[in-house]
């Protein structure tokens, strides 16, 4: 293949009410705002379209499917969670101190390379914020089958940390 992607890029996510997903999603990251759509007709919100950047058109998109829909299930094929990497330590701190004030579950690993803290949307969406060495960091070339030391990541979530990560409990 002459050719492959830059990067993922963004993910969309079906919601059960978009109004109350947007609230959520620009209350607990931040998010900007980029674009909305209304269902033909009326001025109720079909979907959220949301970035990081101002300058991205959109990181996340969120698409309404109505209350009665069927949320995630565990051991269902489908996507686990999204994750979004944070530019340092402390940056990642924030956010953990930023969900535990809004009552959001966590669960945190650490990865030796990597510490993610994992919780959920109101609609039972799998996310994840986390912090990654630079590589250089690492000290192996294969960065989670072989060893490596953990506890490498001070920070509030001290108490918090899970031996295995949340997305592989069953």
């Known amino acids: 293949m002459d050719y492959k992607p830059v990067s993922i890029d963004h ?50 998109a969120l698409f309404e499917v109505g209350e009665e829909a069927a949320g995630p299930q565990k051991k269902q094929v489908g996507l686990n969670h999204v994750a979004w990497r944070m530019a340092n330590l402390g940056d990642l701190g924030e956010m953990y101190k930023r969900l535990k004030e809004k009552d959001v579950p966590v669960s945190v690993s650490d990865h030796t390379v990597s510490i993610g803290i994992y919780f959920s949307d109101p609609d039972g969406n799998g996310l994840e914020v986390y912090y990654e060495q630079p590589r250089s960091e690492w000290h192996r070339e294969r960065p989670f089958s072989e060893q490596g030391a953990k506890g490498r990541f001070p920070g509030p979530w001290d108490e918090a940390l899970t031996p295995t990560p949340a997305f592989l409990k069953t």
């Open 11 to 60: 993910v969309n996510i079906f919601v059960r009410n978009a109004e109350r997903s947007l609230k959520w999603y620009t209350d607990v990251f931040g998010f900007h705002v980029q674009d909305t759509m209304m269902f033909q007709g009326t001025e109720k919100l079909r979907a959220a379209f949301l970035s990081c950047d101002t300058d991205h058109a959109h990181d996340i």
